[in-house]
Nanobody
């Protein structure tokens, strides 16, 4: 069992930046790591993912603004968020998955004011 703990959320003005971190209690070597978000009244959606081999995917809405990265030595995944917009306001969740394994963090709130 791997526990995921997110940090780095907060309140930022439109156009600002935040860096989210997700620290795992165990190895993330074999896990595809992802960041998801859920805004009030909306379904949870994938923001970005990075496979164990380094393949990266982004939601169209964040391409060019967000960057996902992973540090295997620190069992940590990051989400650098630039040029933030009010529509980015949501609870951001870290996810780690491989075959039948699926781990979630507790979430961190990101609020972007206009």
């Amino acid at each position: 069992q791997v526990q995921l703990v997110e940090s780095g959320g907060g309140l930022v003005q439109s156009g600002g930046s935040l860096r989210l971190s997700c620290v795992a209690s165990g190895s993330i070597f074999s896990l595809t790591m992802g960041w998801y978000r859920q805004a009030p009244g909306k379904e949870r959606e994938l923001v970005a993912s990075i496979s164990s081999g380094g393949s990266i995917n982004y939601a169209d809405s964040v391409k060019g603004r967000f960057t996902i990265s992973r540090d295997g030595a620190k069992n940590t995944v990051y989400l650098q968020m630039n040029s933030l917009k009010p529509d980015d306001t949501a609870v951001y969740y870290c996810n780690g998955a491989h075959l039948v394994l699926n781990y979630w963090g507790q979430g961190t709130q990101v609020t972007v004011s206009s």
